[in-house]
């Protein structure tokens, strides 16, 4: 009972960041559940893989519920999604599939150096927004969905971190790239959590409650409250400086990451 407190405290956590600062709750829940599965003693080959799996599978409740809310605002274009789906589905079945057959040691490395670039993103100045916006090249669509996806469900994300970025950078404005990206981040979760189950060796050593490798207290807790506080931290945003919050949050990832680098090299 105590341990599913702790996961819904960190649902609860991962919501208000969420909504607060427009982060993905992967780089919040990976970490945390590293430690808190390592805790409960489960095989340390498999805990990253539990991990990863039990972080996607949670994303896609909060993304389906960013969805709802964005589309509500006419701020998801269904064009783009539509183009990159496909490539997102097949690339994150791909990562899935190759992160089954990756140590845990290794896919603890993969997701270091993604945090470290995420904090590094976080710190840099916001680019300017475009005064006109148009379409990404249909060409790149399959290309970047299928890295994006692939990524993705590798490290147990929701592609946020990669999607805006992309989007902005072909002049589709923040506000439909942030909509977009929650969109394109079901596909990624749905898609990455299929693949944690499906792809699931030494199901024998697995702890009790799993499905595949998705570990069902740990998905409960973290995607109910998520999905209940998201909404307290958009609100938020509107009343609390979030740049200053944001290079805050973005100095924790780097604490986070080294600390993470340091545990793999010792």
């Not at 064009?79 to 140590?103: C, E, Q, T």
Request: glycine residues 12%; positive net charge; hydrophobic residues 55%.
């Amino acid at each position: 009972m105590t341990i599913w407190f702790i996961y819904c405290v960190l649902g609860a956590v991962v919501g208000i960041l969420a909504g607060l600062l427009g982060v993905g709750g992967g780089v919040i829940i990976v970490p945390s559940l590293a430690g808190l599965f390592a805790y409960q003693q489960f095989s340390p080959d498999q805990i990253q893989h539990l991990v990863v799996g039990t972080s996607l599978a949670s994303i896609l409740f909060t993304s389906v519920s960013s969805m709802k809310a964005h589309h509500e605002r006419a701020s998801v274009d269904w064009g783009i999604v539509r183009r990159m789906a496909p490539a997102i589905v097949v690339g994150a079945l791909i990562g899935s599939w190759v992160a089954s057959h990756m140590s845990t040691r290794f896919l603890q490395g993969v997701f270091v150096v993604f945090l470290f670039s995420v904090a590094a993103q976080m710190l840099m100045k916001e680019s300017v927004q475009p005064a006109q916006t148009s379409k990404p090249r249909p060409v790149m669509m399959p290309v970047l969905g299928g890295v994006i996806g692939g990524l993705s469900s590798m490290v147990g994300i929701g592609g946020g971190s990669m999607v805006v970025p992309f989007l902005s950078w072909c002049n589709v404005a923040m506000r439909t790239a942030i909509g977009t990206s929650s969109a394109i981040g079901i596909f990624i979760a749905f898609s990455g959590t299929v693949g944690s189950i499906v792809f699931t060796t030494g199901t024998e050593t697995l702890p009790k409650f799993s499905i595949g490798y998705v570990y069902l207290p740990a998905l409960a807790g973290i995607a109910i409250f998520s999905m209940l506080t998201a909404p307290v931290g958009a609100k938020l945003a509107h009343s609390l400086p979030v740049p200053i919050l944001k290079r805050g949050f973005a100095v924790l990832l780097f604490i986070i990451s080294t600390k993470m680098l340091f545990n793999l090299i010792r």
